[in-house]
Every structure is written in C-alpha cells, then in structure tokens.
C-alpha cells in the first residue's frame, strides 16, 4: 500500500499554536519573555529552536530541564549579525571569518574560543562556544528585537535523543504545554540541523553535517576539512551514536532484494513494517507492503525526513525498514541522522 497521505508531510502554520508571526508585536512579546528569564520556541530555517537569552542564568537551566539534556552538553548560541563575532568569540582564524562571511546568516555553526560573554552554563563548561547567525526572517526579527549584542541560545525544541522538530505542531507535541510561547513559522526550509564545523586551533574539522555541504565548505577553503562527525570523542551530543530517533524501531537496509527480503522477513514474525523508499518498489511489492516513496534528491529528503518518521511514528508500527541513501558525500547529513535513528535498536539486539 502506497502511503500517500504521506507525500507532503509538511505542515502549514496552525493557527492554534501560533501567533502571526511577521506580526511585530508577537516577536515584541516573545523577546520581552525571553528578557523576563523565560524559555520560548522558535523557528530557523533548520530545525525549531528552544531559546533563552544567554545572559538569564535560571531560562538556560530550564532549557537542560524541559529537554531533559545532561548539563554538560553545550547549547548553540545564536545571534545577528556578523559585526558582533568578535564580541561572542575570540582567535578567530582566516578560515571561520571565510566561513562565516560566506555562509552567514545561514545553517552552519561554528565552534570557536569563547569570550567572556558567553557562560559557562551555555558551553556546557567548556571554553569553546557554538555560534551560529540563523537566516530564518522570524529567528533574524527576535534577535534584533531582543536588542543589540544579546544572544539566544537554542538546542532543538526537542526531547534529548528524540526527532528535531521543524514545525510548531512538532514542538507542541514534544512539551505539551511546558513552553510559554511557540513562534509558528510553518516547515523549516531546510529541515535537518546545521552543518558544525569546528574552528580551533589550525584545524577545520567537521563534527556534524548538515544544512551546508562539505563539499560547498571545502570548495571555499579549497582544502580539504578533517570529518569527525562519526566519532565520539568531541562532546557534541548530536554525535552520540542515539540521537534524531523515532519511537519506532527503525532499521537501515540495503537498496534491492535484500530491502524486501527483510520486509518480507518482519511480516512474516508478524511486525506491522513501515518500508522508507527512495527507489520506485517493483510492481509486486506495491501491494504486499506498506512503504513511502521520498524523493530521491538529498535536499527534498532531508527536508520532510523528521516530518515523516514523526507522522509514521503515529501509525502504530511495529518496525520502519528505510532503504540505505546513496554512498555519496551529498547525501552525508541524511545518512549521518538515519544512523544515528538506527543506532540504539541496533545495540539493543
Ligand atoms: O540547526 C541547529 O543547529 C539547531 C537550530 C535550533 O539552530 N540547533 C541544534 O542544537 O541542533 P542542538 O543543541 O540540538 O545541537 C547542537 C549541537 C549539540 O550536539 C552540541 O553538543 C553542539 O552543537 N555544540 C554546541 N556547542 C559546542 C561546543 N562548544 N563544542 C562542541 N559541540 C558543541
Ligand atoms: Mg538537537
């Protein structure tokens, strides 16, 4: 069965969890709440964000809280304008002034020295600090009104380990009632999280892909950058092994006979299977199986993948089978956060 409600899983705004967003007032009031110490949602063109203002001590520990995140795993810090990068980071090497010009506003973040205005509840204790200008109209507009030289710090509005939300149905699902405000933008743009690279020292190393490819990274520095986004050693807890998961169990196969083998092989235990295409199914299996067809770009995909697992998870199935991307450096952040989505089942059994 072709899963066809499935196609656009992409959200327009809801009126019940918004307010219109491009309406001044609301991005007045929801920076006011962030000056009065607390934690509201908001959208870039990533993921949604779950904001604090820096410098309010007690909302940056209510973020650890309602996420329920270890203390130690730092948050982003997220402001507006270039001309402040100094203010927020210090021994800023060629290479992240290159990339920050050329990629800002947009979905990298850069880890770089800290200054002294950035705290140490917000780098989790370290002296490195994520910084990131985030492109998204309503994210610039809260920024801006939240004043100048201040900074939001956001993880994804999500539960620790859980699927990042890229619409405001999606954070309301994830804390209910937990936040004061949700800014509804609609569908994020890009819909899996930036691209981290760090910059400290004389090396530029990636440590999660994202938003921006390495490949665009590399042609501006016109080197090529270390890629430690599979390792475990940097205290990024977007690179611990379960992360971006679903509540279903989902497993990664490869594409052909093997992927309806196994499909095949869990209907037969009994499991209701969820089968995530990018490859057009033979005939036959179309009726014997229930999958959906993505797009088989990496950008589209990228965009509606939390969106569908999050829709599939609503279906009471037992298992998703998701046909293994394509091994190429493209499809790198989409393959990076099926992994990771896979990763704890896979340990489990
Ligand atoms: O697209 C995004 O980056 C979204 C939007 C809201 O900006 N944010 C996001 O935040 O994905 P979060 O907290 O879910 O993931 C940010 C990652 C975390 O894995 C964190 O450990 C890492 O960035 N990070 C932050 N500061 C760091 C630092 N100083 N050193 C190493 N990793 C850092
Ligand atoms: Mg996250």
Request: one cysteine or more; proline letters at 7%; glycine letters at 6%.
């Amino acid at each position: 069965m072709f899963l066809d409600e499935l196609q656009s899983p992409v959200d327009a705004p809801h009126s019940d969890v918004h307010f219109s967003c491009f309406d001044s007032r609301q991005i007045e009031l929801a920076a006011g709440l962030l000056r009065s110490g607390k934690v509201i949602a908001f959208p870039t063109e990533t993921v949604y964000g779950l904001g604090a203002d820096i410098s309010q001590s007690q909302a940056i520990e209510k973020i650890f809280a309602i996420k329920r995140r270890p203390s130690n795993h730092p948050l982003i810090t997220h402001f507006a304008d270039i001309t402040d990068l100094e203010y927020w980071a210090s021994e800023i090497p060629t290479a992240a002034w290159l990339l920050a010009e050329h990629f800002w506003p947009g979905p990298l973040t850069l880890i770089l020295h800290k200054s002294d205005r950035i705290p140490y509840s917000v780098t989790g204790g370290q002296d490195t600090v994520g910084l990131r200008i985030p492109q998204h109209p309503i994210a610039q507009a809260l920024l801006r009104a939240l004043g100048s030289r201040q900074a939001i710090a956001a993880p994804s509005a999500n539960r620790f380990g859980h699927l990042s939300p890229t619409s405001a149905i999606h954070v309301r699902e994830e804390f209910k009632n937990q936040i004061g405000m949700i800014l509804d933008g609609g569908s994020c743009e890009v819909g899996l999280e930036s691209t981290i690279v760090s910059c400290i020292g004389k090396t530029v190393m990636l440590l999660r892909p994202g938003g921006i490819s390495v490949d665009a990274i590399e042609n501006l520095l016109r080197q090529k950058i270390l890629n430690n986004s599979l390792s475990h050693s940097v205290r990024v807890s977007g690179s611990l092994p379960a992360h971006y998961a679903p509540d279903t169990p989902l497993e990664i196969c490869p594409t052909g006979n093997e992927l309806w083998a196994r499909a095949s092989w869990f209907q037969q235990q009994g499991m209701r299977t969820a089968i995530v295409t990018h490859s057009s199914p033979p005939g036959t299996h179309k009726e014997h199986f229930d999958f959906i067809l993505m797009p088989d770009d990496p950008v589209t995909y990228g965009k509606i993948l939390y969106a569908t697992l999050r829709k599939l998870d609503q279906l009471g199935y037992d298992q998703f089978l998701i046909e293994a991307p394509p091994n190429r450096l493209d499809w790198l952040a989409v393959t990076d956060r099926l992994q990771r989505a896979s990763y704890h089942y896979l340990n489990k059994t």
